[in-house]
């Protein structure tokens, strides 16, 4: 076994952070407990600066379980930043709500060290490992809120679909190594590539139900149905947490395992694949133009964003790589923006997300509503912003690829997407009423999250080409 | 000749917006005065462009090129033509005037002016793109402004009129994206370069697909690329039957919203057949011209007039009116003769100063009566008389008089139209006498006869609108008399897109 532990120092460096953090709120007291959260943001820069300084590096370690590459690298990347956001964004909530914030912290950073193992995961076990990780510490994220029924529930319902996947996942790993007996991914990688007879058939079943624990993860249809309840009931800005950072790890380990380790099975897996992405982005549109809350639109949206990326996947090769990587960094920022905005609409413990409360809110915090109007846009693919590069991408991939009905079908859904997106603009800068001035979060940190997002969000959309850079560097060193 | 004074049209309304939104909010006299500023500069720069076109030569001027998403050749590509070079006047001129027609907003003036800033930048980015990918990115940014002011500003119903034009103009422009990635997958190397496109156009197949409704059709890859764009410029124009957001847009929206969109963005739809469908899918334009240009244009004419007759609100009246006078635009662009295309672009330009005065015209008024009931006025003539003096010149221009623009170009129009298509001139000439009809029917209504005692005090037209009404009035004038001074600027590059076409035209 080598030795080199270079390749664990990001995973470490947050979980590190969130066993300080845990320790430290046993013994300090509950005003100071705001230093907290300052001390997870440190913890997190540090891990982003050692993501910097680490990049181009390709190493493997403890048996080529964990490798850690370019790949590894952007995603934790977006991690890092997206549960710094939520730290920041959190800051004044947790108090308002009464979530207790130590805690609150610590399960940031361990769901994120879990991601940053997922991500790394050259080994279907330790990818497992990191899932779990991730996943429990999110399940009792989503139910921190422990005066609110809702987000029992949510926690309740995420749990059991969380564990239900999973099962599906260990089962299909199961039988992945029935049939190649192997766990590593390089190892079932060169089994795939003997050219021999036949493959066994569980091969295939092994295959298929990974799929089906993947589908879950990231909210495709039909496997679709946790996700409203679960992220209206969340925490608002762990809702946020979940939509980004949750799907991005998701995909980062389809994408590595599937596209990449698994490619042989291509040809098998790719008709399932494309109704999945066609049924994923109409039915998440269609059921998004529907709701009454904005939150839950957003959840339904965050929906639709899954089929656009799996576009990406069904496109392959490495354009489809790259765009999925670089849609992943383009949605961030405007699904995360528009939960924060959401956040900023808490009045003490009474969330505010319906449309209605977003009336008239163009005139009473100009910023904000534009901020949010960004994000719209956005996501609804407006150029010149991110959303619409990551779709351009996107698109352009899968024509490259030879999806052209793909392509179009995504560019109608995008449109057919206009319509709820719109409506909270339109809620904002053409309704009156709404919620009123006080009852506002107003925290400097929250604003300041927003803020990022937004600069994010444009900065993505006019200058996308360092990032696409990155993503093709990401994806190029998987091989 | 390489330039950066494209760049700097464009982009000085952008940082102009800017700088209005880090002004404080309530005072509304500085940004008022900040946005005339920032209009001036392209202004003073369109006057520079004009006076230095080359009208001599075919290809692009004033160009600036740089990389700007290498990875998949997009660039910054701006210049302009002689088919541009009239409608980027046109924008710097409307654009100045329309921020003095904005004075009288008082809700939210700081996001007004910005969002007018940006509109402005967006429409001067449309007309000088000639990079593909540039050209959708201005074209989707001009959108938003404009949904915002209809949405915001507009009147009693302006949250239906808003969303209607921006579901319209979306449709649009989806299908737009479309034919630009078609093409760009289809031009070797793959690039959004308009200019290497144009070069290429030949490789565009028109073989007939093999499945229907294409086989039937006869319909080739070219072709089907026609039809998304065209789909998508006929939104804007707006030709029939995809004309039906405009009134209710026009209605809703404030004055100076108005006259920029029928001023500057009902000629992005022509200026893009003539910029992309012509040059780029010249075998497919051949073929459809005579049906989804000639006749269409025709009907729209008719249509468009019959529809300003039975209306009784003035500002409808007027919006349909552009209906009928953007169907001579499609007519001249079809008949692929000297005059015929000169025409239609004269046209493009006619109408934009025209229909500015026009929609200024039923501004005041509106400001005064708070009502544009064609039937609720009467003899104003009496009471207004310098305003009724400058109302009868833009309305004579529009039916047009002798003398005064609107004449120069609907003739050209109908002479060139003749040559090919005798039926399409005379549909459009019997446009000429619906258009006189219902014009002096409104004028008789509104500004002769008895005068309504309601307005036997209403004020007379003050300083400021005269001041947005008089560039206008003279420019109409001028171009009555001596057209050249716009013709020269268009003909080599006209000329030249005729020649295009020719060659593939049915026989």
């Not at chain 1, 790890?249 to 040809?267: G, T, V, Y």
Request: some cysteine; aromatic content about 14%.
């Amino acid at each position: 076994m080598d030795a080199s532990l270079i390749p664990l120092l990001p995973g470490a460096q947050v979980l590190l952070t969130a066993l300080v953090v845990m320790l430290l709120d046993l013994f300090i007291d509950e005003h100071e407990r705001g230093l907290l959260a300052w001390i997870s943001l440190l913890g997190l820069a540090l891990c982003g600066a050692e993501a910097i300084l680490l990049w181009g590096s390709s190493e493997g370690t403890f048996g080529d379980t964990l490798l850690l590459d370019n790949f590894a690298l952007f995603f934790t990347q977006i991690f890092i930043a997206v549960a710094a956001l939520t730290v920041l964004s959190s800051m004044r909530y947790v108090r308002e709500t009464g979530i207790h914030e130590g805690e609150f912290y610590s399960l940031i950073l361990f769901a994120t060290t879990g991601m940053i193992v997922m991500a790394a995961a050259n080994d279907l076990m330790v990818f497992f490992l990191g899932l779990e990780t991730m996943s429990v510490a999110v399940y009792v994220l989503t139910g921190m809120w422990r005066s609110s029924a809702r987000s029992s529930e949510a926690a309740m319902k995420y749990f059991l679909m969380g564990a239900f996947a999973t099962g599906f996942l260990l089962y299909g790993i199961a039988l992945i190594y029935g049939a190649t007996g192997s766990t590593n991914l390089n190892q079932i990688s060169a089994y795939l590539l003997e050219p021999q007879g036949q493959w066994p058939p569980y091969l295939f079943v092994g295959g298929l139900l990974l799929l089906v624990g993947f589908g879950f993860k990231v909210g495709a249809v039909p496997f679709h149905f946790w996700i409203p309840d679960v992220y209206e009931g969340a925490p608002t800005p762990v809702t946020g947490f979940m939509a980004v950072a949750v799907k991005a790890a998701a995909f980062a380990a389809w994408a590595r395992i599937l596209m990449h380790e698994l490619s042989p099975l291509d040809s098998d897996w790719a008709l399932p694949l494309r109704v999945l992405a066609i049924a994923t982005m109409t039915i998440g549109n269609l059921l998004a133009i529907s709701q009454p809350s904005v939150k839950r639109m957003l959840a339904y949206s965050s929906i639709a964003h899954a089929g656009y990326l799996l576009i990406g996947i069904v496109a392959g090769e490495e354009w489809g790589s790259t765009s999925l990587l670089f849609y992943l960094a383009t949605y961030a920022p405007a699904t995360f923006g528009a939960f924060a905005v959401i956040t900023l609409l808490t009045e003490q413990d009474k969330p505010k997300e319906d449309y209605g409360h977003f009336a008239g809110l163009g005139f009473k915090r100009p910023f904000v509503a534009m901020a949010m109007s960004l994000f719209m846009l956005s996501l609804a693919g407006f150029p010149p912003l991110a959303g619409f590069t990551g779709k351009f991408h996107i698109f352009r991939s899968a024509i490259i690829a030879g999806h052209t009905d793909l392509a179009i079908i995504g560019v109608l859904n995008s449109l057919l997407s206009v319509i709820y997106y719109l409506r909270v603009i339109v809620m904002m800068y053409m309704n009156e009423g709404g919620v009123k001035g006080k009852s506002f979060i107003e925290s400097p940190y929250l604003y300041t999250a927003v803020g990022l997002a937004a600069a994010a969000t444009i900065y993505l959309g006019v200058l996308p080409m360092r990032t696409l850079e990155w993503s093709r560097s990401a994806f190029s060193s998987l091989f | 000749m390489e330039h950066n004074v494209l760049t700097y049209m464009i982009f000085i309304p952008l940082a102009g917006a800017v700088v209005v939104l880090l002004l404080p909010s309530q005072s509304y006299h500085l940004i008022r005065w900040v946005s005339a500023a920032v209009t001036v500069p392209p202004l003073l720069m369109a006057s520079w462009l004009y006076a230095n076109f080359d009208t001599t030569t075919v290809g692009f001027q004033f160009v600036q090129k740089a990389a700007w998403i290498p990875a998949y050749n997009i660039q910054y590509f701006v210049g302009v033509d002689g088919v541009s070079i009239s409608m980027v006047l046109l924008t710097a001129l409307l654009s100045f005037l329309c921020i003095f027609a904005s004075f009288g907003i008082d809700k939210a003036v700081k996001g007004y002016f910005a969002l007018f800033l940006l509109l402005d930048a967006g429409m001067m980015g449309v007309f000088c793109a000639l990079d593909f990918f540039l050209f959708y990115i201005f074209w989707e940014v001009m959108l938003l402004p404009m949904y915002f002011l209809i949405g915001i500003w507009g009147g009693p119903r302006r949250e239906y009129a808003a969303i209607k034009f921006f579901l319209y103009t979306l449709f649009g422009s989806v299908l737009m994206l479309l034919a630009i990635l078609a093409l760009y997958f289809n031009t070797n190397p793959h690039t959004f370069d308009m200019t290497v496109m144009m070069a290429q156009a030949k490789n565009y197949s028109t073989q007939s697909l093999p499945f229907w409704p294409f086989n039937e059709l006869r319909w080739g890859f070219q072709h089907v690329v026609w039809m998304a764009m065209f789909i998508g410029f006929a939104i804007k124009i707006p030709a029939f039957p995809f004309h039906t957001w405009l009134p209710d847009a026009h209605v809703e929206a404030p004055t100076a919203i108005s006259v920029i969109l029928a001023g500057v963005l009902l000629k992005m739809g022509t200026y893009g057949i003539l910029r992309i469908n012509y040059p780029m899918l010249p075998v497919a334009t051949a073929d459809m011209a005579y049906w989804l240009l000639g006749a269409l244009g025709a009907w729209n004419i008719i249509y468009g007039a019959l529809c300003a007759m039975a209306q009784t609100d003035l500002k409808k009246l007027v919006a349909y009116s552009s209906v009928s006078h953007m169907g001579y635009v499609m007519l001249g662009m079809a008949s692929f003769t000297t005059q015929g295309i000169n025409g239609a672009v004269l046209q493009m330009f006619n109408h934009g100063t025209i229909t500015a005065m026009l929609f200024l015209l039923v501004g005041v008024i509106y400001d005064r009566a708070h009502h544009r009931n064609i039937e609720g006025f009467g003899g104003l003539a009496a009471v207004m008389p310098v305003y009724t003096g400058i109302t009868a010149l833009a309305f004579f221009a529009s039916m047009g008089l002798p003398g005064l623009s609107g004449f120069i170009s609907e003739v050209l129009v109908l002479l060139g139209v003749w040559q090919k298509y005798p039926g399409l001139a005379i549909l459009g000439a019997t446009g000429v006498i619906l258009t006189a009809g219902y014009l002096l029917w409104t004028v008789q209504r509104v500004y002769l006869g008895p005068t309504n005692e309601k307005y036997k005090t209403i004020p007379e037209i003050d300083g400021r609108e005269i001041f947005t009404l008089v560039p206008l009035g003279a420019i109409v004038i001028l171009v009555g008399v001596y057209p050249s001074v716009v013709l020269d600027l268009l003909r080599t590059s006209l000329d030249n897109l005729n020649q295009i076409i020719i060659p593939h035209l049915p026989s």
